[in-house]
C-alpha cells in the first residue's frame, strides 16, 4: 500500500510584477511524494523549481491549490497546532551553507534553534546531548560544538545545515540545491550520507537540483520542470531512458560526461519552447504508462510517440 | 592507445617551477607549490581541481592579478608571442606590472570569468563595455568601434546586436550575458584565452551551447584556451590536455584520453569515480576522505597522502616525484616507483573505462 506524505495539487505560485503584471512562476503543478522515497525536481533556472519547494514548506503563500501534508491541507490559513507541526516536521537544507548558517552563533546554538523554539528539552544538559547525537549522525563531533561557521569547511557547513534539519526528527526534507556549491569530492560524501539517514531514519526527501547524473542518482521519482509547468513525471527509469517530452530530450542530452570519446561524439539537441510551437497551457496530463506522466495535447503526444 | 590527440609543437606559454604565497592573519599560506606547465598555440588546456587547489590563482599570476598579500616565491612565467614579424619571449613575472595592463591583460592574454553578472558593469551599456577594449588597445575611433563590437556580438551568436548594444548587463539572459564577455575578450585578438569556470553559473543546456561558441572561435581564431574548471564533463568535452591541481601541485598531466582513460594518480581516480555516471545505478558513490589539504600548514610528504587510501609509507615522508608514462603523460604519485607495490584503480573505475573503451570502438 503506497504511503503519500505529501501531496500538491494543480499548485499556482504567481508574484506580482510591475504595471500590474504577474509572474506566473509555478502553474499548475501536481505530483506526490511517498514517504521514505526520494523525488528529485529538475529544470532549469527559473523554472520554479526552488519556488515549489518554497510554496511547500510555506514560505510562501500559494496562489492556489492544495497541499496535502501527512493528509492534512496545509495550503491555506494555518492554525497554531498546523503551524507548530510543520515547523518541525517539514524541514529546509539551502544551496549555500555560508549564507544560511548565522556566522554569530556557535554550531550547538544553530543546531539547537529549532529545539529551543519548539522547548523540546528540560535540561541544558540534555540540550547538549541531543545536539551531540546528531552531529554524530552527519559526521562531525563532540569538539566542533563550540566553534563558529567560518571555522568550517564548505562541506562541513553542508552538514551543520543537514543536522539543523535532522534534530526535529522531520517527515520530509527539501534540499534546494544542497549540494551545487561543494566540490564534487565532497558532494559525494554528502551525498552518501543523505542515503545511509534516509535508510536509517526513513526520511523523505524533495531534492531540487539542476545537476542530472545527481538526480539520478538519488531519486525514486523525478519531475521535470519547465517555464512553471511540470513537464514530464515519472520513475527514474521512464525518465531516463524513456523521455518523450522535447524537453526533457534536449535536457538530458545536454549532460556533460566525464568521457572525452562520448563527448566528443555527443550532440546536443536544442529547444526552444517560444519556437517549438507548444504551449504548455493547452497541454493535460497524459499518462503513458502507469508511473509516466507526460504534459500535452493529444495531438503532440501523436507526433512525440510516432516520432519515437 | 588507440585514440590520439594532433601534436601541438609551438610553445606559447612556459609557467617554470612557479611557487605563491599570500600572508594572512592566520600565517603564510602556500598556495602554489611549484607548479610545471605548457600552453601550445591552438592547444585547449584545461586545469582540474577542488576550490582551493590553487588553480585561479595560477592563472591570474599570468594575467598579473594579483592581490596585495600575495608573494611570488620563484618560478618565471614564459610568453612568446609575435612582434613586429619577430618573435620575442618574455617574463611575465619580472614585467613591471603597469607594462603587463597596458600591453598584455585583455589584449594578448583575455581572461572570461565564471559570473556573467559581476562581471560586467550594472551601470555601463553592454555596447559601451564591448567597445571600451577595442577603442583603447586597437586605438579605433568611435565609429569604426561601434561597427567592430556589433561585429563581435554578430560572431558570439548574439541576434541582435544593435538593440543588445543599448541594452544593459540585467536586462540579458545569463547565456547572452556570458557571450557578451566572451565578446569583449575576443575584442582585441588574444592570443590566449583564460576561461575561469566560464560555465558554472548557467544551466545546463545553454552551457553546451557556450562551450561549442568558445570552441567555434578557437578554430576560427586559431586561439589558445586555457580552462579552469571542476566540472570533468566540461574537461572531456573540451580539452586536449587535462592537469590535475591538489594543494598547489598538478600532480597528474596528460592529453584528455590519457588521464581519462589511464588515470594513475590515486586523487585522478578519487575524482574520475566520485561522480555518478548516467549509467551507474543507485550504489554508493565512490568518495575521497576526508577534506582538502589546508596549505597553513607545512606539507611533509605527499598533500594528498592523509585522504589516500593507496597511501605508502614513503608518502608521508617525503614527496614524490614527477614520473613520466609517456611523452605526454606525467604524475607524481609514489605508486609509479619501480619499487612500489602493484595497485589498480577502483573496481567501478576500471569497469567503466573498459565499457567506454568497448563502446568507442564502434561509435
Redesign the interface.
Known amino acids: 500500500m503506497s504511503d503519500v506524505i505529501l501531496e500538491v495539487k494543480n499548485l499556482k505560485q504567481y508574484f506580482p510584477a510591475e504595471k500590474g503584471k504577474v509572474v506566473k512562476a509555478v502553474d499548475g503543478v501536481s505530483f506526490k511524494i511517498e514517504r521514505g522515497e526520494t523525488f528529485g525536481l529538475v529544470g532549469?533556472?527559473g523554472s520554479g523549481k526552488s519556488t515549489i519547494g518554497r510554496s511547500v514548506i510555506r514560505l510562501y503563500n500559494p496562489t492556489s491549490g492544495e497541499i496535502y501534508f501527512n493528509n492534512q491541507d496545509i495550503s491555506g490559513k494555518l492554525t497554531a497546532a498546523q503551524e507548530t507541526e510543520l515547523r518541525q516536521k517539514m524541514q529546509m537544507i539551502f544551496q549555500d551553507p555560508m549564507a544560511s548558517l548565522n556566522p554569530r552563533k556557535k554550531v550547538i546554538d544553530i543546531v539547537a534553534q529549532g529545539l529551543d523554539v519548539h522547548h523540546l528539552y528540560s535540561s541544558k544538559k540534555e540540550r547538549e546531548e541531543k545536539v551531540v547525537q546528531i552531529l554524530e549522525k552527519v559526521g562531525l563531533s563532540r569538539e566542533h560544538l563550540d566553534r563558529y561557521p567560518h571555522q568550517f569547511?564548505?562541506?562541513?557547513r553542508q552538514r551543520i545545515g543537514i543536522a539543523r534539519a535532522l534534530i526535529l526528527n522531520p517527515d520530509l526534507i527539501i534540499a534546494d540545491e544542497a549540494i551545487s556549491a561543494l566540490?564534487?569530492?565532497?558532494?559525494?560524501?554528502v551525498?552518501?550520507m543523505m542515503?545511509d539517514i534516509q535508510e536509517q531514519l526513513g526520511t523523505t526527501y524533495l531534492f531540487i537540483a539542476?545537476d542530472?547524473?545527481?538526480v539520478?542518482?538519488i531519486s525514486n521519482h523525478i519531475g521535470v520542470l519547465h517555464l512553471g509547468h511540470l513537464v514530464e513525471m515519472g520513475t527514474k527509469d521512464d525518465i531516463?531512458n524513456n523521455p518523450i517530452h522535447p524537453y526533457t530530450q534536449?535536457?538530458l542530452s545536454?549532460?556533460?560526461?566525464?568521457?572525452?570519446?562520448?563527448?566528443?561524439?555527443?550532440i546536443?539537441t536544442?529547444?526552444d519552447y517560444t519556437t517549438s510551437g507548444i504551449d504548455y497551457n493547452l497541454g493535460t496530463r497524459h499518462y503513458v504508462g502507469d508511473t509516466h506522466m507526460v504534459l500535452a495535447t493529444e495531438e503532440e503526444l501523436c507526433n512525440w510517440m510516432d516520432w519515437r | 592507445m588507440a585514440?590520439t590527440e594532433t601534436a601541438y609543437t609551438e610553445k606559447i606559454l612556459e609557467i617554470k617551477d612557479l611557487s605563491i604565497s599570500f600572508q594572512t592573519s592566520a600565517g603564510t599560506v602556500n598556495a602554489i607549490r611549484g607548479v610545471n606547465l605548457d600552453l601550445h598555440r591552438g592547444e585547449t588546456l584545461a586545469i582540474v581541481g577542488?576550490?582551493g587547489s590553487g588553480k585561479s590563482v595560477t592563472v591570474k599570476s599570468i594575467m598579473g592579478i594579483t592581490s596585495k598579500n600575495e608573494h611570488v616565491n620563484h618560478g618565471e612565467i614564459l610568453y612568446t608571442y609575435e612582434e613586429n614579424g619577430e618573435k620575442v619571449t618574455r617574463n611575465l613575472l619580472s614585467l613591471p606590472r603597469k607594462q603587463i595592463i597596458r600591453h598584455y591583460c585583455g589584449q594578448r592574454i583575455a581572461m572570461v570569468f565564471q559570473d556573467p553578472m559581476t562581471s560586467l558593469n550594472p551601470t555601463m551599456s553592454i555596447g559601451k563595455q564591448v567597445m571600451e577594449g577595442i577603442r583603447k588597445h586597437r586605438k579605433m575611433n568611435r565609429k569604426d568601434a561601434w561597427n567592430e563590437a556589433v561585429n563581435l556580438l554578430t560572431q558570439v551568436g548574439i541576434v541582435n546586436p544593435e538593440h543588445v548594444m543599448k541594452s544593459y548587463a540585467h536586462q540579458l539572459s545569463?547565456g547572452m550575458r556570458q557571450r557578451v564577455v566572451i565578446a569583449i575578450a575576443i575584442g582585441c585578438n588574444p592570443d590566449i584565452l583564460i576561461c575561469d569556470e566560464p560555465t558554472t553559473a548557467l544551466?545546463?543546456?545553454?552551457?553546451?551551447?557556450i562551450l561549442e561558441l568558445i570552441q567555434k572561435l578557437q578554430k576560427q581564431r586559431n586561439l589558445s584556451i586555457i580552462y579552469i574548471t571542476?566540472?570533468?564533463?566540461?574537461?572531456?568535452?573540451v580539452?586536449n590536455t587535462v592537469a590535475i591541481m591538489y594543494a598547489g601541485k598538478i600532480v597528474e598531466k596528460g592529453t584528455?584520453?590519457e588521464v581519462?582513460?589511464d588515470p594513475k594518480h590515486p586523487y585522478t581516480w578519487?575524482?574520475?569515480s566520485?561522480?555518478?555516471?548516467?549509467d551507474?545505478d543507485?550504489e554508493?558513490?565512490?568518495?575521497?576522505?576526508g577534506?582538502?589539504a589546508n596549505l597553513l600548514h607545512e606539507v611533509k610528504g605527499d598533500a594528498f597522502a592523509p585522504r589516500n587510501r593507496y597511501a605508502l609509507n614513503i608518502d608521508f615522508e617525503e614527496e614524490p616525484p614527477v614520473f613520466k608514462i609517456s611523452d605526454t603523460h606525467e604524475a607524481s604519485t609514489w605508486l609509479l616507483h619501480p619499487d612500489a607495490p602493484e595497485v589498480h584503480p577502483p573496481i567501478g573505475l576500471q569497469k567503466r573505462i573498459q565499457q567506454?573503451?568497448q563502446?568507442?570502438l564502434f561509435?
Do not use: C, W
Open positions: 532549469e533556472s569547511s564548505g562541506g562541513q566540490d564534487i569530492s565532497i558532494q559525494a560524501q551525498i552518501n542515503k539542476h542530472l547524473a545527481m539520478k542518482h531516463f534536449s535536457l545536454a549532460i556533460p560526461n566525464p568521457d572525452p570519446i562520448k563527448e566528443r561524439n555527443r546536443a536544442s529547444y | 585514440y577542488e576550490s545569463g544551466d545546463v543546456t545553454i552551457q553546451a551551447r571542476h566540472d570533468l564533463g566540461v574537461v572531456a568535452k580539452a584528455s584520453y581519462f582513460y578519487g575524482l574520475l566520485a561522480i555518478p555516471s548516467l551507474s543507485g554508493r558513490l565512490y568518495t575521497i576522505p577534506s582538502p567506454t573503451l563502446e568507442g561509435i
